[in-house]
């Protein structure tokens, strides 16, 4: 069965650091592409970023510059690491799989993933 476990949450300080991690199993993990959504209270799930097994990653715009995708396919765990936190980061964070067939250009469309992680929470206090 697919699973995909997030860790890594917490309280932090504004301009604090964190990593997320979230270990996948169950599938070829270095098939699929792996993305990360936030979810703040009282908003819709928002497009972090994703990285395709190639490599390749898009990052939300909110994000670029302080947020770093990577990928161990190896150990079947892709992270988010996050600096230069802000109070606006404050939300819950998934991971997510692509389906079999994935289309980059709608990466931001939640219809594109099929599985996804439960969810751990990131607070900024400023």
């Known amino acids: 069965q697919v699973q995909l476990v997030v860790s890594g949450g917490g309280l932090v300080q504004a301009g604090s650091s964190l990593t997320l991690s979230c270990a996948a199993s169950g599938f070829t993990f270095g098939n699929y592409a792996m993305a990360w959504f936030r979810q703040a209270p009282g908003k819709e799930r928002e497009f972090v970023g994703v990285s395709r097994a190639n490599g390749r990653i898009v990052y939300a715009d909110s994000v670029k510059g302080r947020f770093t995708i990577s990928r161990d396919n190896a150990e079947n765990t892709v992270y988010l690491q996050m600096d230069s936190l802000e109070p606006e980061d404050t939300a819950v964070y998934y991971c997510?799989?692509?389906?079999?067939?994935?289309?980059?250009?709608?990466?931001?469309?939640?219809?594109?993933?099929?599985?996804w992680g439960q969810g751990t929470q990131v607070t900024v206090s400023s």
């Open positions: 997510a799989r692509g389906g079999i067939v994935y289309d980059i250009a709608r990466a931001q469309d939640t219809r594109m993933y099929q599985y």
